[in-house]
């Protein structure tokens, strides 16, 4: 008996290291998309990551109307996620639009592995924080990119590219910009396909998103 314990225990064990050591899928994109965006369903809102370290959380503000929502990957529709609750809940692969009960500005935060979602209303206060919410589009792209943010005072603007390793590969001269929506273009030649993290900087400002280049 005591050997069969100990046997039952192993396996246990092996079973648990396997599932915790599966690798997670990491996806190049993540964006929210639906009636309630101002694309619809044509096209995904891209999001950010809310840091450069963690490839998983996802955010952005954006405003909103009453109408549905999804999450999905890679601006496609082969991984997406919904529920049905509303500010909160957890998204599952293919599941119902989510219900914007109320039109409003949102902050909105997802996890791509849990699929946890949250939907706070963006105050005065948040919406004029330090935030520049970097934007690529196209993304995943090929010869060039577009890179819009948002400054919340004027000041010089930097935009750089890492490798996965946080090694610059690629940087733009100082732009000095306006507060309010701005962009820069992005030259990629010369850069091999793969992934890349896009760093917009603005001051103490420094926010990071992921490229992937074709």
């Given at each position: 008996m005591q050997n069969f314990t100990h046997k039952v225990t192993l396996l246990l064990g092996m079973l648990l290291t396997g599932t915790?050591?599966?690798?997670?899928t990491t996806y190049p994109t993540v964006g929210i998309i639906g009636s309630?965006?101002?694309s619809g369903w044509d096209a995904s809102t891209p999001m950010s990551l809310v840091s450069a370290?963690?490839?998983?959380?996802?955010?952005?503000?954006?405003?909103?109307?009453?109408n549905e929502v999804k999450f999905r990957a890679n601006n496609d529709w082969a991984v997406n996620?919904?529920?049905?609750?509303?500010?909160?809940?957890?998204?599952?692969?293919?599941?119902?639009?989510?219900?914007?009960?109320?039109a409003g500005r949102y902050m909105v935060r997802f996890n791509d592995v849990t699929?946890?979602?949250?939907?706070?209303?963006?105050?005065?206060?948040?919406?004029?924080?330090?935030?520049?919410?970097?934007?690529?589009?196209?993304?995943p792209a090929n010869g060039a990119v577009r890179v819009a943010y948002d400054l919340p005072t004027a000041g010089a603007v930097t935009?750089?590219?890492?490798n996965m390793l946080g090694q610059v590969v690629r940087q733009e001269a100082a732009v000095?910009?306006?507060?309010?929506?701005?962009?820069q273009v992005l030259a990629l030649?010369?850069?091999?396909?793969?992934?890349?993290?896009?760093q917009v900087q603005s001051g103490s400002r420094v926010e990071t998103t992921r490229l992937q280049v074709n």
């Amino acid at each position: 008996m005591q050997n069969f314990t100990h046997k039952v225990t192993l396996l246990l064990g092996m079973l648990l290291t396997g599932t915790l050591g599966m690798a997670q899928t990491t996806y190049p994109t993540v964006g929210i998309i639906g009636s309630a965006t101002a694309s619809g369903w044509d096209a995904s809102t891209p999001m950010s990551l809310v840091s450069a370290t963690d490839p998983h959380n996802w955010t952005i503000t954006l405003q909103l109307t009453q109408n549905e929502v999804k999450f999905r990957a890679n601006n496609d529709w082969a991984v997406n996620w919904g529920a049905a609750t509303f500010p909160s809940g957890t998204g599952v692969a293919n599941g119902p639009n989510i219900p914007i009960q109320a039109a409003g500005r949102y902050m909105v935060r997802f996890n791509d592995v849990t699929g946890a979602y949250q939907f706070t209303v963006a105050t005065a206060a948040k919406t004029a924080s330090n935030v520049l919410r970097p934007a690529l589009l196209p993304n995943p792209a090929n010869g060039a990119v577009r890179v819009a943010y948002d400054l919340p005072t004027a000041g010089a603007v930097t935009v750089s590219v890492q490798n996965m390793l946080g090694q610059v590969v690629r940087q733009e001269a100082a732009v000095r910009q306006g507060a309010g929506q701005q962009e820069q273009v992005l030259a990629l030649a010369g850069l091999a396909p793969g992934l890349y993290l896009v760093q917009v900087q603005s001051g103490s400002r420094v926010e990071t998103t992921r490229l992937q280049v074709n």
